[in-house]
């Protein structure tokens, strides 16, 4: 039996259909990172509650295309520093409304694995114009290779290629970058080697030249300080970093087990104030399919305040509400835990997916078939703009309808303390989790 026949009948009762098996049929041949990852999130999506009419064409290409290349075994087991501009927007939000401490005039704050460009801090940097704001990666590299099309290289001081990237809103061009990796990498190289001559200056400050549409860059992340505006090549267990009022790291624990995580929690005290916060998460472009961790600095350690979630988990048109590395994965045990429950609610989740089937329908965004099963998107359709947008549609048309403080209802009828938080999302006091079943132990 293939590893997709097996984890079709697994985790769907065999019932995935035909183009949805043909689209990920590659995924058979896959390295193990790639088959782990798809089986951890079947095993969520059975958990959840999905049946394999809710797994759509879309989803499965993805899956088939891209998985592969973007999971860290593509880029040399190193963390992909995937950023977006606008991807932070609710979650600043939150650092600015929230109920235990707010980011105000005066304060510090540190982003931790900000990525390059670092475009999520720099968007907190115009939103927060009094606010000291540090970008830490140790992923920052010394030279930056970008294209006309936007596609980019970073490479380290020695020349040494660190990672490549395309434009994340444009999936068909991600597929060509990655079709031939190696091809990709020699591009960039040749490209460097070739500019690298005409960059002088000082080499610890930022200098750039540019040559028929292709522009080189050393020490990039500097381009973008400002007054308010610093950036540092650190990361989690780092010293001399200072101290802040908040710090954040989105989009990088999932890459790592609970042991990791755990020692973030025992270090991030030291980079923090009394009374300050840390928030832990995962999102995607504009603050979609987020989910949240939300610590604070009490007596010297960090005590959990809340875990929160998007309503677009609660039936996921994207892969990110299920992405991690690691089975021990505390978010995703977290969601699996919330979304269960609220799902288990029969006449919630029959009106909440039959609202959904509307709102996909007339985005033709993977719309519901006269077979039951969710589709692909209309050929008409296939845009950039609508697979960035699509999530964003539908979940801010399910929030001004009221289904997230429906969905805390149906936590709080479970036992457990929820609210709707000031951004919209639902959460809940992680005290009332028990995560053990979702875990696995």
């Excluded at 802040?244 to 989105?250: K, L, N, P, S, V």
Aim: charged share 25%.
């Amino acid at each position: 039996m293939t590893f997709l026949n097996e984890m079709n009948e697994t985790y769907f009762d065999g019932g995935l259909s035909p183009e949805v098996l043909g689209l990920m049929d590659s995924i058979n041949a896959e390295r193990p990172e790639v088959q782990a990852w798809v089986d951890r999130m079947c095993r969520q999506m059975r958990r959840q509650r999905f049946g394999a009419r809710d797994f759509n064409q879309f989803k499965a290409w993805v899956i088939g295309a891209l998985l592969s290349k973007i999971l860290p075994g593509a880029w040399g087991g190193a963390v992909p520093p995937i950023t977006a501009e606008g991807r932070h927007a609710l979650i600043d939000d939150y650092q600015e409304k929230n109920q235990w401490r707010r980011l105000g005039a005066g304060d510090r704050f540190l982003d931790l694995g900000c990525g390059f460009p670092p475009t999520t801090t720099i968007d907190s940097g115009h939103r927060f114009p009094d606010v000291q704001i540090t970008g830490a990666d140790p992923s920052f590299g010394h030279y930056l290779v970008r294209e006309e099309s936007g596609d980019y290289a970073c490479f380290d001081a020695s020349g040494e290629l660190l990672y490549f990237q395309g434009d994340m809103a444009d999936a068909e061009r991600w597929e060509a970058l990655y079709a031939d990796p190696e091809a990709t990498r020699r591009r960039f190289g040749d490209r460097l080697t070739s500019m690298l001559p005409r960059l002088g200056g000082d080499m610890r400050g930022f200098a750039s030249v540019e040559r028929d549409g292709v522009t080189l860059s050393r020490n990039p992340v500097l381009e973008f300080a400002t007054d308010n505006l610093s950036f540092t090549q650190r990361g989690i267990g780092s010293d001399g970093l200072g101290t802040f009022e908040m710090a954040r790291c989105f989009n990088v624990l999932c890459y790592f087990d609970r042991t990791f995580r755990d020692h973030t929690l025992e270090w991030i005290p030291s980079v923090l104030e009394e009374g300050g916060l840390f928030l832990a998460g995962m999102d995607w472009t504009r603050t979609r399919h987020a989910r949240m961790a939300v610590y604070q600095k009490e007596d010297g350690r960090m005590v959990p305040r809340e875990f929160a979630f998007g309503l677009e988990n609660i039936r996921p048109i994207e892969l990110v509400t299920w992405f991690a590395l690691h089975d021990d994965d505390y978010d995703l045990a977290a969601l699996a835990a919330t979304v269960a429950v609220i799902r288990a609610e029969e006449a919630f989740t029959r009106d909440f997916d039959g609202r959904m089937d509307e709102l996909m329908g007339e985005l033709g965004y993977c719309a519901r078939g006269e077979d039951g099963y969710l589709g692909t998107i209309e050929e008409s359709k296939m845009t950039s703009e609508l697979i960035d947008s699509a999530s964003e549609i539908v979940g801010r048309a399910l929030e001004e309808e009221g289904y997230a403080e429906r969905a805390a209802e149906i936590l709080r009828s479970a036992g457990h303390d929820a609210w709707v938080n000031c951004v919209g999302h639902v959460a809940v006091d992680p005290a009332t989790l028990d995560l053990t079943v979702q875990e696995g132990r």
